[in-house]
């Protein structure tokens, strides 16, 4: 097979260069044609958002659907906001928040995530801060965990909501700001809270019952899946309920001033817990409602996040000349999974150097829904192994305790 696939792309190669040689001018338009149409069906087929429905009770097959959400829902740039929702064979469910950065003032406003950015890759110091509307890449480009196709994968027969972040405040904001940057004034929509409630009224009125119910996240979205499992948590008293936050956790002095001064996300009233210096281990430790809720909660994270050492350096307003601040990232990342390790919750962790960059000293940022979900390891097991033994087998396993010394 792999001769064959040689053989025609050595013919096909060959056909190029004769023509370039024989008539350039009408080879190259012909190249450059094929170019732009494989652009346009990448852009507008391939990443097309899927057909709209308004309820579960349209969906017949086990294709991504978009579901509008009304007026109460925007993106940071006040363009419209919409979940996906994909029907599954079982009576389990996944609710999973995406990540997208955050920008909290003037200078990380300006700089929101773009396809050319992202093209120019790593630097040292961010560029881009978050996703101030919905991309097309979501959900086409979701594998790993949410990969149907993938008949290894433990969780292709679940019902999977996609809750999509383009709002730049952690899923949690409620207001609109106006900042400023070199004279240019950029408004932001913080609607965060009010999209996710608009999800997950639509979850609970199309999901009225699960046996398992996995509330999952990435980066921003990590932080958003330790927020409202509580809340999805009173709604499924029935269910078995897992929390998975995959690449979470920076601390900073900010928080505070962050989340409830910049973006209004009155975290006591509305998330039920006290914002400190690390917002993840204040959302599982730091509660000030006093409902006793059954909730495993997963935590994974790579021991040198690429995206994550970089968001604490911005926060901080730390030098990045030196790898200190990754190794300060990777030192308080530790010392916090040590203390939810011995806090008495139901906690499991996955931790892991794995694919370490000496160079750049960084390892991967996120692992559940991306190729490295079936390829990074911690002790030798894969991560999606990890989830599977956790969730579907109801095993307790942490990995990476060598780590942690």
């Known amino acids: 097979m792999k001769a064959a696939k040689w053989a025609v792309a050595a013919v ?4 190029v260069a004769l023509g370039l040689y024989t008539n350039p ?3 190259a338009a012909t190249i450059g ?7 346009l069906y990448v852009y507008f087929i391939y990443f097309g958002r899927p057909s709209h429905v308004a309820s579960l009770n349209e969906v017949t097959d086990t294709k991504w659907h978009t579901v509008d959400l009304g007026k109460t829902t925007v993106s940071a740039d006040g363009s419209a906001y919409a979940m996906f929702v994909r029907r599954g064979t079982s009576s389990n469910l996944v609710i999973h928040f995406s990540g997208g950065g955050a920008c909290w003032d003037g200078e990380t406003a300006a700089h929101p995530i773009t396809l050319l950015g992202l093209v120019r890759g790593y630097t040292r110091d961010l560029q881009m801060f978050y996703f101030n509307s919905l991309t097309r890449l979501f959900p086409a480009a979701l594998a790993g965990m949410a990969n149907r196709r993938d008949t290894t994968n433990a969780f292709r027969d679940w019902n999977f909501v996609f809750v999509p972040y383009s709002t730049g405040d952690l899923h949690v904001g409620d207001t609109i700001n106006t900042y400023s940057h070199n004279g240019t004034i950029i408004k932001v929509h913080h609607n965060g809270r009010n999209n996710v409630t608009a999800v997950l009224d639509w979850v609970y009125a199309n999901f009225p019952e699960a046996d398992k119910v996995l509330v999952s996240g990435e980066s921003a979205g ?3 899946s330790a927020f409202y499992a509580p809340q999805i948590a009173d709604h499924y008293t029935d269910s078995k309920l897992y929390c998975l936050s995959d690449g979470v956790g920076t601390v900073t002095e900010r928080w505070r001033e962050i989340v409830d001064t910049t973006w209004k996300a009155d975290s006591a009233r509305t998330l039920g817990f006290d914002v400190g210096t690390d917002l993840y281990e204040d959302a599982l430790l730091h509660r000030s409602d006093e409902a006793a809720r059954d909730i495993k909660y997963l935590h994974a ?5 690429d995206t994550l050492t970089r968001f604490g350096a911005a926060l901080n307003r730390t030098s990045t000349e030196t790898h200190a601040f990754i190794d300060d990232w990777a030192a308080s990342t530790k010392a916090s999974i040590a203390r939810l390790n011995q806090s ?4 499991n962790f996955f931790l892991t150097d794995w694919g370490h960059n000496p160079k750049k000293h960084t390892t991967e940022h996120t692992l559940t829904t991306n190729a490295f979900y079936n390829t990074c390891t911690a002790d030798g097991v894969l991560f999606s192994t990890w989830i599977k033994r956790n ?3 109801d095993e307790d396993l942490s990995l990476g305790h060598e780590l942690l010394l």
Not at 12 to 15: G, N, V
Not at 33 to 38: I, Q, Y
Not at 301 to 305: G, I, Q
């Open 33 to 39: 044609a094929v170019l732009v149409l494989g652009l």
């Open 391 to 393: 969730v579907i087998d």
């Open 301 to 305: 994270n790579t021991l040198y996040d």
């Open 12 to 15: 096909i190669c060959a056909a």
């Open 344 to 347: 008495g919750l139901h906690y």
């Open 25 to 27: 001018a009408a080879t």
């Open 222 to 224: 990590a932080w958003a």
